[in-house]
């Protein structure tokens, strides 16, 4: 199994964190009111990379699990982990019980129906900041439902496999400190494919160099689909908007294929083909890294064609299907999803 490991931070990573960090606190601190001067902190996020497998092995400590469902641009799950005494404290805020009756409940640590609805709205909450967080961030189109079946975790009913996403994930680790109640671990965990290729933003691994792969399509959906098929703390896909662009990205840290896929070429080459390709022949350093060149209407006496002008990566095969495989050879990464 994979160890966690820390995401280094960028500006962009920075932002979106924020962006989240701060809609909780804030939320949180509507619940206790405009006229409280004592206010709930939330820290900055630390973010690591990690298999599910190894946060719930390491991950013992009483907490209420909040779920996220995912949908339309990205399918999947998010998950909240709230240390118990969190969730009850928070749930009793927005029941506005009494700081007496609250510390009784605290001291109890039951979690009955009560509870459950108040925190489930809490949950709710927090829910659309994320929502909105992703939409402001992104063009896509990724909308969030909150499915809080009431369950504490540790639980027999909630192992590894009921963890729906089986990819490694970023998990956001911070503190949230609630007055008169002491600090406790809030955890939010996402999708890798999720946090990387939808919200674009780039995970730097401390300590790990992936092996790059640059790849332009002539459709963004295609680029995006290898993207979520093949990063992996190991596998960094790069996709540029322009096949000429790749030309511009071939000083990435360890480059070891290219991926170029025209939607049609036909032979005769039209003009504005022979230009392109005959600027990627003259490129000595692009023409060194191996290269997977495909197109939608491709043919074996289009490829002959091809590889007579010295694109010996021309090929009939597929971009979604083969290319992972054949990138494989290149990249060496056993962990990529099948």
Known sequence: M?????????????TFNEKVRNGIEHALNFMLGPESTAKIQ??????????????????KKKSVLIKLLAENAFTGELYWFF???????????????APASLVEKVNQGTFDASDQDAFGE????????????????TNKNIHLRMDFDKKVYPDEKIK???????EEY?????????????????????PRTLYEVLLNLEIELEGIQPKSIL????????????????????????SVDKPDELLN??????????????????????????????RFLANRSFMRIPLFLSWENNSAEGVAELQKMGFTGATTASLLTDFPKWAAAFTMDTSRKQ
């Not at 809490?122 to 961030?137: E, M, P």
């Not at 590894?160 to 089986?166: A, G, K, P, Q, T």
């Not at 025209?262 to 080459?269: D, N, R, Y």
């Open 160 to 166: 590894v496999e009921s963890f729906l996403n089986r």
């Open 170 to 190: 970023v998990v956001l680790l911070c503190s949230i400190t609630i007055p008169n109640f002491g600090t406790e671990k809030l955890t939010l965990l996402l």
């Open 42 to 59: 939330v820290t900055p996020f630390e973010p690591f990379l990690m298999p599910i497998e190894a946060y719930i092995n390491s991950y």
């Open 2 to 14: 994979e160890k966690p490991v820390r995401i280094t931070g960028n500006d962009k990573i920075r």
């Open 83 to 97: 240390e118990m005494k969190t969730a009850l404290v928070l749930g009793g805020l927005l029941r506005m019980l």
């Open 122 to 137: 809490v949950g709710n909450q927090l829910s659309g900041i994320l929502d909105r967080a992703f939409r402001t961030l």
């Open 249 to 278: 990205k071939l000083e990435v840290p360890n480059l070891t294929a290219i991926a170029l896929d025209f939607k049609v070429l036909s032979f005769p080459l039209a003009h504005q083909y022979q230009i392109l390709l005959k």
């Open 215 to 238: 790849v332009y399509s002539w459709d963004p959906a295609r680029s995006e689909k290898l993207q979520a098929d093949m990063n992996s703390r190991y596998t960094k896909v790069i």
